[in-house]
């Protein structure tokens, strides 16, 4: 016997409130002679160019961005002979390919122009900054020329 059988026999089912015959049908017939008559006529707004072309613009808003991550990715995936443990040398890289640094173009701030000022009037060559910062460039690109 569970608890709400054991409910019921001990305190029964009459709770000792009734709904009088006939109620619920009387309220409905009452507030809907209340109720202001309803204009059953249908209309239909004309839609706009824009609500009718909204949805193909964000379907192409969302292909171009997944088109551009993709871009994105596979060039990531086009750098993979780059390593951290020469990043001098692996910027110098990057920079002398012609398609990477036109890709790559970022404005330069006021405060990259203190950082070269700084790094210029800090070291007179790169035997310096390898010293400072314990990177040994290769060889090869002492006398690669950026313009």
Known sequence: MNEE???????????????????FESVYAEISAKLPEYNQTRRFVDMTFWQRVKPYVYLA??????????????ISSQMDDMS?????????????DASMSEEFVTPVSAPDFELEEAVIRDYSDIDDFERDFGYKIDARYDKLKLD
């Open 5 to 23: 059988d054991r409910l019921i026999e001990k305190y029964g089912r009459n709770t000792g409130m009734k709904v009088p015959d006939g109620y």
């Open 61 to 74: 808003a969302m292909f171009a961005g997944i088109w551009l991550m993709m871009k994105v990715f596979y």
């Open 84 to 96: 951290l443990d020469n990043p001098p040398e692996q910027i110098v890289l990057a920079m002398s």
